[in-house]
């Protein structure tokens, strides 16, 4: 099941950016799931706003892993179907508004990145930032908010998993993880991931390629890490995802991951007794 914001809700907050036959700004897999797991996937879509054109970029940086985790929204899409848990995801480029980003963040507007300049983003006005914001990042995390609190409402705390993408090479350095393992301070995600990943024969990174400690992971932060949910970012690299059979085997490796996630968190007879009530609602 698929819930969408409404278009034209949102055009009325911002005429001039979305047009009424544009999709929203995120969408909703399972809204009704009853399962505590709750995927997010901030950059799942290179989708720039037809009022914003391309931004003064090429088509391959339209598409590259500056505007997109390259591989994250099919993954979540996959992994949200195949366990019936709920996932939001945006829909619009992370060059147009970094939802994983405060929005006092200089990276939420990014200029300039991997020697890339991004021409639509020189010299907005506050205003033009505004208008983003009540567009896509505003609704996209309303969306989120809304979703913890269904499932907080109907039984234990949610596990939330934010699902990202990273490149193999940085700065002309090949990094060797081939999954990250992002957290603060928080590891009950931690351990189970670190564990299952390296079990699966994973080259896995503990706070790498990035750090869960670092300023620049506004969802967790705000949607998990500030009201106690056990919650985990999770990295893979773009070449393991970046077509249908690469998703389809990760997604696997993590489906049982993450299916074994309430009873390893929760215990078995919470989950069970979750499952009972959602069943006779």
Partial sequence: MVEASTPQSHNEL?????????????????PLAGSPILLVCDHASCRFPKSLGDMGLDPFARRCHLAVDIGAGPLTEKLAVSLGVTAVLAQYSRLVMDCNRQLMDPSAF?????????????????????????????????????????????????????????????NGEARPWEMGVLWDTDTRLRDIFLQD?????????????????????????????????????????????????????IAKVMHTII??????????????????VHDRG
Wanted: proline share 8%.
């Fill in 14 to 30: 911002s005429p001039q950016l979305l047009a009424a036959d544009e999709p929203g700004p995120f969408q909703v897999l399972n």
């Fill in 110 to 170: 990014l200029q300039f990145g991997d020697g890339t300049l991004i021409p639509g983003n020189r010299n907005l006005h506050q205003s033009d930032k505004d208008l983003r914001a009540e567009a896509l990042y505003w609704p996209y995390h309303a969306a989120v908010d809304k979703q913890v609190q269904r499932l907080r409402n109907i039984g234990p705390a949610p596990a939330f998993i934010a699902v990202h993408s990273f490149t193999p090479v940085m």
């Fill in 259 to 276: 299916e074994s996630i309430p009873k390893r968190i929760n215990g078995a007879g919470d989950v069970e007794e979750r499952t009972r």
């Fill in 197 to 249: 990943f390296t079990a699966a024969g994973f080259k896995v990174g503990d706070n790498e390629p990035y750090s869960g400690k670092a300023p620049q992971d506004f969802t967790i932060d705000h949607h998990a890490e500030e009201i106690g949910l056990p919650h985990i970012g999770i990295e893979v690299r773009q070449d393991l995802i970046d077509d249908d059979a690469g998703v389809d085997k």
